[in-house]
């Protein structure tokens, strides 16, 4: 009899153990159906707020939605939030993005003619792609932009004066930051 009821203690215990993982489960299954739906809302163009308690897929999505609305200011603190995560191929994916963003901005004031705009803007697209790529040196995509934004705004060798006046022949040499759009293959 002692043996009978030990298998139903047993019995009853492992069936309470599997009700409460099915319910953790399931209230598991329900918070990601929730963050798909907003997810799927932000997809169609509906602004939705992110906390940084939201997972990282989400915060993501919001990011590429501010990002693709030029943004940039609001996406920013979520670019850093995302950028120490751990989850590496968000935090690519969200550099790329944002460096993307910076990019195609730069490169709408210089079809404009306005230089000044264009270069910090370029040169924070190029850092973006940098980080990206050191997450991920295999990572094309990242590769190929940065070599664009490379050829919009050139980084040259800064020449160190250490408090001394330069010399008018050393301003001569003296490369500026000319942007141009890249036209035709290397």
Known sequence: MNAGRLVILASSAMLALSLAAAAWFGGRLAVDHRDNALIASLATGHDLAASPEDPAELRFARLFFLATRDRLDEAQPLLNRLATDTDRRLAVAALYDMANARLRIAI???????????????????????????????????????????????????????????????????????????????
């Open 108 to 186: 709408d004031h210089l079809g404009s003619n306005r230089i000044d705009p264009a270069v910090p803007l370029v040169r924070l697209a190029k850092e973006g792609y940098r980080r990206a790529l050191v997450l991920d040196p295999g990572f094309w995509d990242a590769k190929y932009n940065l070599d664009v934004a490379m050829r919009l705004v050139r980084d040259f060798p800064q020449i160190d004066v250490d408090g001394e006046e330069m010399p008018p022949e050393a301003a001569k040499r003296l490369w500026t930051d000319l942007p141009g759009l890249p036209k035709g293959l290397p």
